[in-house]
């Protein structure tokens, strides 16, 4: 069974000031992707990440990074020097490449985020 | 990106009436589409996939009587709840996968659809 913990259920910060969103994921698969989605106030859900198992590169896109550690089964998101518009809530997925569970998606709790002026 | 939609995009409906969902990708053919829910302040969780052609695949403990699903073209995918009751009130989100895009293997989500029951 996949499992996906995200540990923080709220977080609160300042404008300009460095958050990282934790998460932990349970798989036996050895190929799966991650994901992370970004859920503002209107629902849609917005693509910010995928990565696959074998790719451990940590990534940067503007003022958010990703860090992949396997080790520890932790794929964490840091955004730096947030912004008003950071506020959201943000959730970290797993997604098995293969077998019956192809496709399927499997959603951490959620971290509410917001950002204050 | 490749584009998902979703329609009606809200809807409010009495007790004991049915509503149809539907999820339309607009730009690809998309053989499976995956439908979620999503109760407020909850995280979005699987109720089934939906196979063009063939009959769909639902998680442990839903109703597939309940929550019909006909995936009955290459861009449509509709989900009915029947005899709604406000306990399925939520946010109903569909996905779609481009198999055009090999090796990205990436889910495209609708915008979603908040139902009320009254």
């Known amino acids: 069974a996949q499992k996906v913990t995200q540990a923080q259920t709220e977080i609160s910060v300042v404008e300009k000031e460095d958050v990282t969103l934790d998460c932990v994921y349970e798989?036996?698969?050895?190929?799966?992707?991650l994901f992370w989605y970004k859920q503002p106030p209107s629902g849609e859900l917005v693509f910010l990440i995928r990565r696959n198992s074998f790719d451990e590169q940590n990534e940067i896109s503007g003022r958010y990074s990703w860090n992949f550690q396997k080790s520890t089964s932790s794929f964490n998101f840091t955004i730096t020097a947030s912004q008003v518009v950071d506020s959201a809530v943000y959730f970290c997925?797993?997604?098995?490449?293969?077998?019956?569970?192809?496709?399927?998606?499997?959603f951490g709790q959620g971290t509410i985020l917001t950002v204050h002026p | 990106g490749a584009v998902v939609s979703q329609h009606p995009s809200w809807v409010i409906c009495k007790s004991g009436t049915s509503v149809k969902i539907e999820c339309r990708s607009l730009d690809f053919q998309a053989t499976t589409m995956f439908w979620y829910r999503q109760f407020p302040k909850q995280s979005l969780m699987l109720m089934a996939t939906s196979n063009e052609g063939s009959k769909a695949t639902y998680e442990q403990g839903v109703e597939k009587d309940k929550f019909l699903i006909n995936h009955a073209s290459l861009t449509l995918s509709t989900l009915t709840v029947t005899s709604a009751h406000p306990e399925d009130s939520s946010f109903y989100i569909c996905s779609a996968r481009d198999p055009g895009q090999v090796g990205t293997d990436t889910q495209y989500f609708g915008p979603g659809t908040r139902l009320t029951v009254l």
């Open positions: 798989t036996r698969d050895t190929t799966y992707y």
């Open positions: 997925a797993l997604e098995n490449a293969g077998g019956t569970s192809y496709g399927k998606l499997t």
